[in-house]
């Protein structure tokens, strides 16, 4: 990544590591195919598992909890959700519902129950100020799972077969972590390069999805500088193969990828290049995100329409508001728990570049701007949009693999989401992009039992949803606070 001055070319930061570099309806997503299988078995865990298994009992009650079932239903009180052999057996009222023989038994009043987060944009890798960038291997998957997120798309891969592999382990039992959905590499045009595959041309842009396709990636990932021809190659030969595509566009406008038949559209506004003035066929903008700083827009005469549009074809979208809040000046963005997981090194840089950021006279990206990306999401929800949510763990190094997803439920309250909209959008919304709505996403009987348990009422402030004590994956407890432990000093390592 190339560093400007802290005094020269400010603009350049965010558009540098956004644009220039590898960061990063409720209607049915298209081509999405529920699930319908029964989970298989759970597999025996592993010592690197079992180190952090806090409740691993074949029947588990939760009682006089509060729950948010992430369906939208009003958030309930004094209700017992019953987990067994790995499904959620029964959910209802404490009193109405039968704790079977022999449970175990967590007192669950002051707490709150949530489904399992679905992260729609977790990279299974990191970058950070001063050019760090590394495969998070050992520590994201246990910063997801630790953190609430029981599912992830990779959306984008900077190596993939760690992520196949780690995969893998993952679903052995070996590793910790979230299940995962493995997203290929990106997918770009002339101009871009690096660990990315560039697409010259529309038969480049086939071969690619055939290959990847084949190695088991269910998602293909465009990045900025994809020509629209390359696109309609890969999207039509990808859908002929069953799997579905997503984008961190620029050249490429919103509209024209919906037109051109693209499932799920990642960042919002900030990525929308449909706001820019004179926008040229098959080009991305040098300065896209400076200008769209003054055009982003939550309505009006680029909004309304294309938001119209992405409903009416069903088209999906992703937002990651937690990755752009790091570069905007007086946000919270140094909190406790992200400083300590950080490496030293990482820690040091990243404070440096916040109070340059914080401090700077004039700092192209304005709080309006973080105020209208956000209007954009809640436009698109409240048009009936499919929306969901993801981290995107990539950039200065700000936002954290699961920390971040959490962030992103609190920046769906700042937008004026409801409790239960925004615990719908970072849950059954996501298992609905991924086609596995009738497994996960929502606490109700016979789904999985993919849970989180938070100490404190959800609905009496969204900073509890940082507040994670246990989570749940297929019925099996984890206890946070001692994954988050183990954790200290290791982002950006390993």
Not at 273 to 285: L, N, T, V
Not at 349 to 356: G, H, K, Q, V
Request: a positive charge; charged letters at 20%; one cysteine or more.
């Amino acid at each position: 990544m190339i560093r400007p001055h802290p005094h020269a070319r400010r603009a350049a930061l965010l558009s540098a590591v956004l644009v220039a570099s590898p960061l990063s309806a409720q209607g049915t997503p298209r081509a999405a195919t529920p699930a319908v299988a029964p989970a298989p078995s759970r597999p025996a865990l592993g010592p690197a598992a079992r180190a952090f298994v806090s409740v691993n009992a074949p029947i588990v009650a939760i009682t006089n909890v509060m729950v948010v079932d992430g369906t939208g239903a009003p958030a309930r009180r004094g209700q017992t959700v019953v987990l067994q052999d790995g499904r959620i057996g029964a959910v209802g009222a404490t009193g109405s519902v039968a704790v079977p023989a022999g449970a175990t038994v967590i007192d669950g009043a002051g707490h709150t129950v949530i489904p399992g987060i679905v992260g729609l944009h977790d990279h299974l890798y990191y970058t950070a100020t001063g050019g760090r960038l590394v495969q998070l291997t050992f520590s994201g998957p246990r910063l997801y799972l630790a953190s609430g997120v029981t599912t992830v798309r990779t959306t984008g891969s900077q190596s993939p077969y760690s992520d196949i592999n780690l995969k893998r382990e993952v679903d052995a039992g070996r590793v910790p972590g979230p299940r995962i959905h493995v997203t290929s590499p990106y997918l770009t045009g002339p101009g871009g390069g690096g660990t990315m595959s560039v697409a010259s041309t529309p038969e480049d842009a086939r071969r690619f999805v055939a290959y990847w396709a084949e190695e088991g990636a269910t998602w293909i990932k465009f990045y900025t500088n994809i020509s629209r021809a390359a696109m309609k190659a890969a999207i039509d030969e990808a859908h002929r193969k069953g799997i579905r595509a997503t984008g961190h566009l620029c050249s490429v406008t919103f509209r024209e990828a919906v037109e051109l038949g693209i499932d799920d559209l990642a960042h919002g506004a900030h990525t929308a290049s449909d706001f820019y003035p004179g926008k040229k066929p098959d080009e991305c903008p040098a300065d896209n995100l400076t200008v769209l700083d003054r055009e982003i827009r939550g309505d009006g005469p680029v909004a309304g329409p294309l938001i119209d549009l992405m409903v009416r074809r069903k088209v999906s979208m992703t937002t990651t508001m937690a990755i752009f809040e790091v570069f905007y000046a007086g946000r919270p963005v140094t909190d406790a728990r992200t400083l300590e997981l950080m490496a030293p090194d990482i820690r040091a840089a990243y404070l440096a570049e916040r109070a340059m950021i914080d401090t700077a006279k004039a700092w192209p990206f304005t709080p309006g701007s973080f105020a209208r990306a956000l209007a954009f999401d809640r436009a698109f929800h409240q048009a009936g949009g499919l929306l969901s949510s993801g981290v995107d763990p990539t950039g200065n190094g700000g936002a954290l693999p699961g920390l971040g997803d959490q962030r992103g439920y609190e920046l769906l309250r700042e937008a004026g989401f409801s409790t239960e909209e925004a615990v719908r959008v970072v849950t059954l919304n996501g298992a609905r992009i991924l086609g596995e709505e009738r497994r996960l996403g929502s606490v109700e009987a016979g789904k999985v039992a993919d849970l989180v348990l938070l100490k404190g009422e959800l609905t009496s402030a969204p900073d509890i949803i940082r507040n994670t004590v246990t989570v749940f994956k297929d019925g099996v407890g984890y206890d946070s606070a001692k994954m988050f432990a183990a954790l200290k000093g290791r982002v950006g390592i390993n």
